[in-house]
């Protein structure tokens, strides 16, 4: 991916991952990116959807299950930007098998992903130095604020820790062919968050850590 894209250029002809592509904010990430003329690869975990808009249908489907990310090494070569937008919520259930899925799905599958996309990343850079891939990672707000559900909170904070280690040490390396960013949002309703008072479209366009002028898909995030 050539870094000297203008704004308006920003993601025409990239392909673009995203996981959680049936879920509420998954659908409108993919109506918006396609907009902007990218060719959008939905990752799920089941292929059936009762969406049945073109606009926020990906141009192509791929089945993964948490755990076996490894599969996943072959479909993502080619990815400019992968954005990790699943996750579980076991609401106020804090019992052992629940707590466990929910590190698994929230935390440790997210960064088996993100340590595979580094690695494909200095692959790619060792064979074309121009080119960079970025992954995008929504920690939620529950990284940052109290959540009805603890488990989730704490699965949550745990990956954006993770996050913000793996930000820190390619600062310090000042490696450039990989690029992190974290997605900060606010509380939007969805089935991981029944309780949400925005709609994922609203805060998917208006939240961005840097500037609240600025909407998600600016280059300003951070």
Same mark, same amino acid.
């Not at 907009?35 to 975990?45: C, E, F, N, Q, S």
């Not at 059936?48 to 606009?55: A, G, I, P, R, T």
């Not at 141009?59 to 993964?64: H, L």
């Given at each position: 991916m050539k870094r000297n894209l203008s704004e308006d250029s920003r993601f025409k002809g990239l392909k673009i991952a995203i996981t959680g592509a049936n879920g509420s904010l998954g659908k409108y990430l993919i109506e918006v990116l396609k @907009? %902007? @003329?990218?060719?959008?690869? @939905? /990752?799920?975990?089941n292929k %059936? &959807?009762?969406?049945?808009?073109? $606009?926020s249908t990906p141009? $192509?489907?791929?089945?993964?299950s948490c755990g076996k990310e490894d599969l996943l090494s072959k479909s993502l070569a080619n990815i400019d930007i992968l954005i990790l937008n699943h996750g579980f919520n076991?609401? $106020?259930?804090?019992?052992?098998?629940?707590i466990n899925k929910a590190i698994e799905i929230?935390? /440790?599958s997210h960064w088996r992903l993100i340590e595979m996309f580094e690695e494909l990343a200095l692959s790619?850079?060792?064979l074309n130095k121009y080119n960079s891939k970025e992954i995008w990672v929504n920690t939620s707000e529950a990284e940052i604020q109290i959540a009805f559900s603890p488990v989730y909170e704490i699965t949550k904070r745990l990956i954006g820790e993770l996050v913000s280690l793996k930000? &820190?040490? /390619?600062?310090i390396e000042k490696r450039s062919h990989f690029i992190i960013k974290k997605l900060i949002l606010g509380p939007f309703k969805s089935k991981l968050n029944p309780q949400g008072v925005l709609s994922p479209k609203f805060v998917a366009k208006k939240n961005n850590p840097k500037s609240r002028k600025r909407g998600l898909f600016n280059n300003s995030i951070s």
């Open positions: @907009g %902007k @003329g990218a060719y959008i690869v @939905g /990752l799920t975990h %059936k &959807s009762n969406n049945k808009s073109f $606009e141009n $192509e489907w791929i089945t993964w076991p609401k $106020e259930m804090i019992d052992s098998n629940e929230n935390s /440790l790619n850079n060792n930000k &820190s040490k /390619l600062l």
